[in-house]
């Protein structure tokens, strides 16, 4: 019996910016959603995850919407904002 993957598809870059200096790169899967996602963009910068807001352009990137949902793909880069 073949052994059971967890992880179907390849894990994602995805580069934020505050522009206030700082840069973080995390690796995610598609199948996480924006949540999980800012929850380890917090476990890096310190932050408490329910102050951070990942936007692009103008979409502003709800919690509970997986990310290949929102076409975010590997080497993608999201604005990170603190409210």
């Known amino acids: 019996m ?3 993957s967890h992880f179907s598809e390849t894990m994602l870059e995805v580069t ?3 522009r206030l200096g700082k840069k973080v790169r995390v690796k ?3 199948d996480d959603t924006v ?5 380890l963009i917090a476990a890096q910068t310190g932050t408490r995850y ?3 807001v990942l936007k ?3 979409t502003v990137f709800k919690d509970h919407i997986r990310l290949s ?4 793909h590997d080497g993608m880069n999201l604005e990170l ?3």
């Open 16 to 18: 934020c910016n505050d």
């Open 81 to 83: 904002y603190y409210q």
């Open 28 to 30: 995610c899967n598609p």
């Open 2 to 4: 073949p052994p059971i």
């Open 69 to 72: 949902d929102y076409e975010i």
């Open 56 to 58: 692009k352009w103008y």
């Open 35 to 39: 949540g999980d996602l800012k929850k």
């Open 50 to 52: 329910d102050k951070i």
